[in-house]
């Protein structure tokens, strides 16, 4: 079946730290990929997008290419601020299905 | 514009009882999407629906149903609660058209004592 798997987490930076947060995914097959956020006590936010191979999404200074060889589609951002701080959801989707299906998260922690 | 708004935002019920959350879409979002989120793990899909029907259903028992009115606005109930029904539930919406595209609300927390 279709499965993320995520970094381990928690991460722990230092204020403009690079960031990375590995994302490998096994589905049948060519799925769209997202990554999501989630700060404290708040719903999900779609960071970015990546819909077919080789795409790279970006937003706010993150970025993930869809990398269709290695099964991957990590997260990076060069400098990390203390906002950055939530918890950070990989996830895809086949087709123009709805379902969403998501990585087990990641905590990341900005300390000034 | 309003986002996607849920109610409650938290709800104490005990073993056996029933529930049932509320779902209100982005204005002219038609598809309507359930996840269940239990404490440090990534959400899990329960139930999508788009104009009023079931399109999918995630692997959760019968005690969860769902439905979607002419306000595209959802419910979903859950009966004979279990302990293991606490979690954050997220609503969805999606604009028709725009596969994938979704938008959550803040969720229900629902612990169950």
């Known amino acids: 079946g279709n499965s993320v798997t995520q970094m381990e987490g928690p991460v722990t930076l230092s204020e403009e730290a690079f960031l990375t947060i590995n994302c490998t995914y096994t589905a049948t097959g060519y799925p769209s990929l997202f990554w999501y956020v989630q700060y404290p006590g708040e719903g999900l936010q779609l960071l970015l997008k990546?819909?077919?191979?080789?795409d790279k999404g970006s937003n706010k200074g993150f970025e993930a290419t869809y990398r269709k060889e290695t099964t991957s589609f990590h997260l990076e951002k060069g400098s990390v601020q203390v906002s950055d701080s939530a918890v950070y959801f990989c996830?895809?989707?086949?087709?123009?299905?709805?379902?969403?299906?998501f990585g087990q998260g990641t905590r990341l922690t900005i300390n000034p | 514009d309003a986002g996607v708004t849920q109610s409650p935002t938290h709800l104490i019920k005990t073993r056996g009882q029933h529930v049932t959350l509320r779902c209100s879409p982005i204005?002219?979002?038609?598809?309507v999407s359930w996840y269940q989120q239990v404490l440090g793990q990534g959400p899990q899909f329960i139930f999508q629906?788009?104009?009023?029907?079931?399109?999918g259903r995630g692997n959760f028992p019968d005690r969860f149903s769902a439905r979607q009115f002419p306000n595209y606005s959802s419910e979903l109930n859950v009966n004979a609660l279990l302990l293991g029904d606490s979690a954050l539930y997220l609503c969805a919406s999606s604009p028709a058209g725009s596969y994938n595209e979704q938008f959550f609300g803040p969720g229900t927390r629902l612990t169950v004592l």
């Open positions: 996830a895809l989707a086949r087709g123009g299905a709805q379902k969403l299906v």
């Open positions: 990546a819909t077919k191979a080789d």
């Open positions: 204005s002219g979002h038609k598809s």
């Open positions: 629906y788009y104009e009023k029907e079931e399109r």
